[in-house]
């Protein structure tokens, strides 16, 4: 039982993110803002419970299952990746390229903030 609650609060934050990005007409999708707001509900809760954190290790855990209907689009729409492949392969070097670089920047600050930490 509480496994389906823990589901049903991803599935909740997810409706409400979509709710607000949509009231709001805000640039981003529903799914990352509701995210964002399960993200500062979990700051101001100050934990994790239990059924929430094993749910969601259970997803990450099978996330490529996830990615399965987005590839599937990209092969619908191969002929017009054909026709405009220089831009999409440019666009997913830059993306790679800008998400390493972020993250070995972030890396690098929390290691050297998690050194201040214990001194």
Known sequence: MQTI???ATLLVFQLLGEIIVRVLALPLPGPL???LLLLIGLIFYKKIPQALEQTSLFLIQHFMLLFT???VGVLLYFDLIKEQWL???VTAILATAVTLVITAFCLSWLLKRGKNTNE
């Open 33 to 35: 803002a509701g995210m």
């Open 5 to 7: 609650l823990a589901f």
């Open 69 to 71: 209907p987005t590839v």
């Open 87 to 89: 831009p999409f392969f």
